[in-house]
């Protein structure tokens, strides 16, 4: 039996296989430059969807306000 094809989910349609497991974990954020990998990797969650062209299109995004943009709630941006 092949261990990642085994533990796919069944909603995992685009793919046959799951290396990484399902779920939250927590990390505590120690520096400037691993808040901004974490913001990067949210802004560009619509975007790898399909639902926008960039981070800023998404009308539910932080990164409106990050692109200096106003936004539907106040981001705050200093940590």
Known sequence: M??????KRTHKQET????W???NHPQIIESEAVM???LDYIHQNPVKR??????????YSSARNY???AG????????
Do not use: C, M, N, S
């Open 67 to 69: 692109a200096g943009q």
């Open 72 to 79: 539907l709630i106040e981001a705050i941006r200093a940590w």
């Open 36 to 38: 901004h990998q974490k």
């Open 50 to 59: 399909g639902y926008a062209d960039q981070p800023e299109y998404w009308r």
């Open 16 to 19: 046959t296989h799951q290396v």
């Open 21 to 23: 497991e399902e779920g």
């Open 2 to 7: 092949e261990l990642p094809a085994f533990f």
